[in-house]
């Protein structure tokens, strides 16, 4: 649009557009203009505020002008004033020997001045804090005496003023030299160290530096928090060296301070106070200048001026003790910085201890390095304010630490290597029944209490409580190691008194407690993962549930973890409470211990027992009881009794009956089966909450069958429901002996409803009579299945007459105490630890839910264990596997 003339815009626009165009155009010169008087005052501005600084410059360069030849001028009135001042000494000491010109005054001194380094190399190679202090003094002699060799000299003395700049390039570099090894002497105090010497040492850098009494401190402290840090990075020191030596040197260093910047009671001056004011006020001269001197002639002795023989340290600051409270804030930082870079060092070297042991050796060290005499506890007070324990302080902290992070690493440990080893130990791990039921030569009896430790019993004995080797061999181990822990911890103790032993002794037994804890969790949920409806295998939940049990009776090492929480090492050990000995954390570790056992008894139970029923086939071979082949083949003995009846017309009528009196063969082979799997996992030591398990268990899949049985009751005559009728009543009295079962009932009154009325009357009692004799009988036999209290029933009954003049039977009596276990099943003990079942829910509800849950699902995986049944029908022993009786 710019590049258009006027004929072209009239021609292409309209009026009204190019009046537009013009507004427009008119805008943007006015925003032009606006924009370039912006510019120009801005400009503007600047070129003025240039003008005042140049102004400003203008003046100070005035100032500083002034001010230079101010200084230059009081430099000339001090030189003129320092000649003057030299003329007199010149003049008082020429009148006192008149002998002596100028000239020999100058050139004595400038021969002390060349031979004073000597002096001063001569005690930095002697390396002693006793030569520090003579080096800075006659360092500071051969100072002075430049000095004033520079004014002194005259102008065309050329080769004299060339050797005054050469000995003054000599004196700046043993100034750095001297200065260099007060440091290193400062970083290195210790123990050994004197007292003398190491106020010489802080007397030589106030001198040096001309510091007061307070920066001397500030410069030692720092340097002393210096050589602590340069101390950890020392690659040719042990970590016990490092943290023993970091230790010494917070505690030398707060000796040191006591020692000679404290004053002493009663008003007096502090060690380094009066070692100043004798520096500095009195008469005191190194021995190695004043032996130089003597060596000198007699010309020489007498040309030193006065201020160079009897030279004394111009010293500025002042002579003044620092007060208690300046000390102690300056002292109390110091120790809090340098714990700080302590701990943080001694947390990294503590990291790789990996033993208890290692700590204790440790610790003992330390302590040893650390001195405990008494003047610790007065300078501690006076240096900080307060007594501590500088092991306390710096170190007891982060082995604390370590140690608690050791004991649950060990811990943690020692049961996850349980947890590993017992997959291992099952796969290598034989048959139980060779483990439990065959005697070795080399057996022999020992007879112990129940009390005692099976840590150390025979063979024997640890096969009749059902103790695999592979158990035993991993809670040995557990019981050692565990021990080994609780000694170390004890020798770490023993080391020294220490106040926080309760909070070591509270850590094992919580880390003992929280393993086992975890090793329980582990153990139950692994059980329930394999049970008999997953694809995980099942043939180790014995031995894990026996391990579990193994870890609360044959490690008493557990139980002494555990239990060092409520020990208290000042009571004697026959005054503790019995509730000390079984302390809250043992009895809820036990239980856990307990639980998880129970758990993979009461699954394997539930496993054994629909592998065994699949096995034998009950529920075929009770569905073919209908059929009269099947009826003939499992024919049972039967009671002949004859009665008497009386019609009604009073004729006696003489007539028999025939009674059960045994188990059908079906029921005697699955209980048959069912006890010997049982036995062979030891049933002796089943605890009892297992075995009512197994019952109940057992009694369910019994109940399955009979009610699938008597869905359709065509076929069932009146004898083989007199039979069924004994079968229920005898079995439910064998596996159900406490309470009734609703199931039982209703089972009874559908057989009941097969057969006559008056029959039933009849055989009612004697079929009584004839179950007790049954219960009697099998209580012995297949006692591995049965729950103690079918035991218990079995014994009252047989204690008793029975009524009729029945025969007593003739059982092997079962004792719960014996010395050397015989072949027959003995009761467990009753376990005081919680079940899934001890919520207060009957166990053949619970028992009922869990069969019936597992028929939901598919058949186990697990190979069902071979049985060979006897096929004799003529007594009811014949029909009992001698199995049971012998070693294999």
């Keep these: 649009m710019a590049g258009l003339d006027v004929d072209s815009m009239f021609r292409q626009f309209s009026v009204p557009k190019i009046r537009e165009i013009e507004k427009q155009v008119k805008g943007d010169i006015e925003t032009k203009k606006e924009d370039l008087r912006q510019m120009v005052g801005r400009r503007y501005r600047d070129i003025i505020e240039a003008a005042d600084n140049i102004r400003d ?79 800075i003094w006659c360092l500071l002699l051969a100072e002075n005496v430049r000095h004033g060799l520079m004014v002194q000299l005259p102008e065309d003395a050329g080769d004299k003023r060339s050797l005054l700049d050469r000995q003054t390039r000599q004196l700046r570099k043993l100034r750095i030299a001297v200065t260099e090894q007060c440091d290193r002497i400062f970083r290195a105090v210790d123990l050994e160290t004197s007292q003398s010497a190491l106020l010489d040492e802080l007397c030589a850098m106030a001198l040096l530096e001309n510091a007061s009494i307070s920066d001397v401190l500030g410069k030692f402290l720092c340097l002393r928090k210096d050589y602590i840090v340069t101390l950890f990075k020392e690659s040719d020191c042990s970590s016990r060296e490092q943290m023993s030596r970091c230790a010494a040197t917070i505690q030398n260093t707060i000796l040191a301070v006591f020692n000679v910047f404290v004053p002493p009671s009663g008003g007096r001056e502090s060690a380094l106070l009066h070692s100043l004011r004798n520096a500095v006020q009195g008469e005191w001269q190194p021995v190695v200048f004043a032996a130089f001197v003597e060596e000198q002639s007699r010309t020489f002795k007498n040309a030193l001026p006065n201020d160079v023989r009897h030279f004394h340290p111009d010293y500025k600051a002042a002579l003044t003790d620092m007060t208690s409270a300046q000390l102690q804030k ?52 006076a240096a900080v304010g307060a007594e501590f324990s500088v092991y306390d302080a710096l170190i007891k902290a982060s082995l604390l630490n370590r140690l608690k992070t050791l004991i649950n690493e060990t811990v943690t440990g020692i049961f996850d290597m349980v947890g590993t080893a017992i997959d291992k130990e099952i796969k290598l791990e034989t048959s139980p029944n060779a483990q439990f039921w065959l005697e070795l030569p080399s057996d022999t009896v020992n007879i112990c209490s129940p009390k ?29 190691q565990l021990n080994a822990l609780s000694q170390a911890l004890q020798r770490y103790l023993e080391v020294e008194k220490e106040t926080a032993d309760g909070d070591l002794r509270a850590a094992v037994s919580q880390a003992c407690s929280s393993a086992v804890e975890r090793f329980g969790g582990t153990i139950t949920a692994g059980a329930w993962q394999a049970r008999p409806n997953n694809d995980l295998p099942i043939e180790g939940l014995m031995r894990r549930g026996r391990l579990c049990l193994g870890l609360c009776e044959l490690c008493p090492g557990l139980k002494n973890c555990l239990q060092l929480e409520n020990k208290v090492k000042t009571e004697p050990a026959n005054r503790r409470s019995r509730d000390d000995e079984r302390g809250e954390t043992w009895i809820t570790a036990r239980s856990a211990l307990t639980d998880a056992a129970i758990a993979c008894y009461l699954i ?3 496993h054994a027992v ?23 083949l499992s024919a049972q003995e039967w009671e002949v009794i004859d009665i008497e009846e009386e019609t009604e017309s009073g004729r006696k009528v003489a007539s028999s009956i025939l009674v059960p009196l045994q188990l059908s063969r079906y029921a005697h082979r699955f209980l048959n089966e069912l006890t010997r799997v049982v036995s062979i996992e030891g049933a002796h030591r089943l605890p009892k909450v297992v075995r009512q398990r197994l019952a109940g268990s057992a009694w369910s899949a019994f109940d399955v069958a009979y009610q699938r049985l008597l869905s359709d009751t065509s076929g069932i005559g009146q004898r083989q429901a007199v039979q069924l009728l004994f079968d229920v009543k005898s079995l439910n009295q064998l596996l159900m002996p406490e309470e009734g079962s609703k199931s039982m009932a209703k089972l009874v009154e559908r057989l009941e409803s097969l057969i006559d009325p008056f029959d039933l009357d009849v055989l009612n009692a004697h079929m009584r009579r004839n179950v007790v004799k049954m219960v009697q009988r099998s209580a012995a036999i297949f006692g591995g299945v049965l729950p103690t209290e079918a035991m218990s029933a079995a014994g009252r009954a047989s204690g008793s007459k029975p009524s009729g003049g029945a025969e007593q039977p003739q059982l092997l009596p079962v004792t719960a105490s014996i010395a050397r276990f015989n072949l027959l099943p003995v009761a467990a003990p009753t376990l005081t630890g919680g079940h899934p079942n001890a919520g207060g829910q009957p166990l053949n509800s619970s028992i009922s839910a869990d069969n019936a849950e597992l028929k ?33």
């Design 330 to 381: 300056a002292c109390s930082h110091w120790l809090q910085e340098s714990l700080s870079v302590g701990r943080n060092e001694i947390v990294r070297l503590v990291d790789f201890c990996e033993s208890i042991d290692s700590i204790s050796a440790l610790k003992k060290s330390v302590i040893e390095t650390l001195n405990t005499q008494e003047p610790w506890s007065v300078a501690s007070t």
């Design 604 to 606: 394997w139970a539930d």
């Design 856 to 888: 939901k699902r598919h058949e186990p995986s697990i190979a069902p264990i071979k049985s060979a049944s006897t096929a004799s029908t003529k007594s009811f022993y014949d029909k009992i596997s001698t199995s049971w009786f012998g070693n294999t």
């Design 452 to 480: 005692d430790s099976t840590i150390g019993a025979s063979n024997l004995t640890l096969r009749a409580r059902a103790v695999s080797p592979s158990v035993y061999s991993l809670c040995h181990r557990v019981d050692s």
């Design 57 to 135: 410059m203008k003046q100070m360069a005035d100032h500083i002008m002034t001010s230079i030849r101010d200084v230059q001028n009081g430099f000339d009135k001090l030189q003129l004033l320092q000649q003057q001042l030299v003329t007199a000494q010149q003049r008082a000491h020429l009148k006192g020997h008149g002998k002596v010109d100028s000239e020999l005054v100058r050139d004595t001194q400038l021969k002390l001045l060349l031979d004073v380094p000597e002096l001063i190399w001569e005690c930095l190679d002697a390396d002693s804090p006793d030569t520090l202090l003579p080096a």
């Design 610 to 632: 629909n592998v065994v029923s699949a096995d034998v086939s009950l529920q075929d071979m009770i569905l073919s009881a209908k059929r009269a082949e099947e009826w003939i």
